[in-house]
């Protein structure tokens, strides 16, 4: 396949950022993020779009920005975040050593993304968040395209993986009382502790020699030694050794305080939402060089990318489009490279079928400062489905399903 003038690139997707910056960002500034009502929410929409197979759904948009106070973004009141470290919901439960590894090269997954999404069909959906991770290789991401295709593979071998995880209202880790939001709510209980490298996953192995710093893997335990452990190891084992000195030197991680020693992490930001009828004014000056007709885009077109770029204009800094519903799609920018309903697995806890949750788009690789280089990440969206169910599964966190769209024709792999 050739790239041709209509492709899409990251350049493009990031200058939606760039050409709206300075427009509407000051009148949604009311408090937000209030747990749930993201998903009930079934304002009647009224697009003037011409493509009737999308008749839509109503879209929660989601945008980042810095964390508000220094708590805004603590598991207790429930976040919805990208980048930095997750806010796990269950804290103590972790999930399993599969679950944290690229599978295509056996490196812990990067967290990307969280996002909130409690719904009303059982009582063990009262808390639900789903994490995103994935494995900042581009080479992995390559290779997991071949992998998203295999229909019902023995066993997936992915490099991008998310997990869904809930609790019912009464449960051991929060009150069952809705948090206040004033920086004084308090977990009932600590979590695990965490990987001293990545702050991210369990830290079950310890340090053979200090036994006092935990990791998720051997190759964390590896970079750490080689970024300083190795001297602060024997610092440790001869002094005295309080915990608390270590604390304070950023070797131990405290249990309340998630911390990584690596600064390896996406940056930090709060994901705020926003339905996107609000955003269904005002659009002819925005779109004036998008239509079709203009003069640098030709016939050879994607159709799916102006569809997309006409719907992504209504609100260019979103990263995040929320639409859980069994009729709802994604909103695709290409038309190469998406996936049947046979392609989306069922559920691995209950065999039923998932539905579309969420999809994330490019620009967030923008927000994350992700560089242009012809091996840095890159993609046109990643779409993920969840149990449609939401069934409780076996363990804390269970694995749903997320498919990459590439933003330019990679058909070899490197
Ligand atoms: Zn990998
Ligand atoms: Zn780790
Ligand atoms: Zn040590
Ligand atoms: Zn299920």
């Known amino acids: 396949m050739e790239m041709n003038e209509g492709t899409p690139t990251i350049d493009m997707l990031k200058n939606f950022h760039i050409a709206a910056s300075g427009s509407d960002d000051d009148d949604n500034d009311g408090d937000n993020n209030d747990c749930g009502d993201q998903v009930e929410d079934d304002v009647c929409e009224d697009y003037d779009e011409d493509d009737e197979e999308s008749r839509d759904e109503p879209v929660t948009l989601g945008f980042v920005e810095k964390p508000r106070h220094s708590w805004s973004l603590l598991r207790q009141v429930f976040p919805s975040k990208a980048g930095g470290l997750p806010a796990w919901l269950d804290p103590v439960n972790l999930p399993s050593n599969r679950s944290q590894l690229c599978d295509i090269c056996g490196e812990p997954l990067h967290f990307v993304l969280q996002v909130y999404a409690p719904t009303s069909d059982h009582d063990s959906t009262f808390h639900r968040t789903l994490f995103l991770f994935m494995c900042p290789s581009m080479t992995c991401i390559l290779r997991d395209q071949h992998e998203q295709w295999k229909r019902r593979p023995e066993e997936a071998c992915r490099s991008v993986k998310v997990l869904r995880c809930q609790l019912p209202r009464s449960n051991p880790f929060y009150s069952s009382e809705p948090p206040r939001h004033d920086g004084t709510d308090k977990p009932l209980r600590d979590g695990s502790v965490l990987c001293n490298w990545c702050g991210t996953w369990k830290g079950d192995k310890a340090c053979a020699s200090c036994r006092k710093v935990r990791y998720c893997s051997e190759k964390h335990q590896a970079r750490h030694w080689r970024s300083g452990h190795r001297s602060a190891c024997q610092h440790m084992r001869v002094s005295s050794g309080s915990v608390d000195d270590s604390i304070a030197q950023g070797l131990t991680p405290t249990s309340g305080l998630q911390k990584s020693a690596s600064n390896n992490l996406w940056p930090e930001f709060e994901i705020i939402n926003e339905d996107e009828s609000d955003y269904d004014v005002d659009l002819t000056n925005k779109e004036g060089d998008l239509n079709p007709g203009s003069d640098d885009i030709e016939g050879a077109t994607d159709r799916s990318w102006l569809s997309f770029q006409e719907r992504i204009m209504k609100a ?99």
Do not use: H
């Not at 559920?347 to 280089?373: A, H, I, M, T, W």
């Open 316 to 414: 260019p800094e979103q990263v995040l489009r929320y639409c859980r519903n069994v009729k709802s799609k994604p909103l695709w920018p290409m038309s190469s490279g998406q996936p049947s309903q046979a392609d989306i697995p069922n559920c691995s806890g209950c065999g039923g079928p998932r539905c579309l949750e969420f999809q994330v788009l490019p620009q967030l690789l923008y927000y994350f400062g992700v560089k242009n280089d012809a091996d840095s990440l890159d993609w046109a969206t990643i779409v993920v489905y969840a149990c449609e169910a939401s069934c409780d599964g076996a363990t804390a966190y269970m694995e749903e399903f997320a498919w990459i769209q590439l933003s330019s024709p990679f058909t070899a792999l490197p």
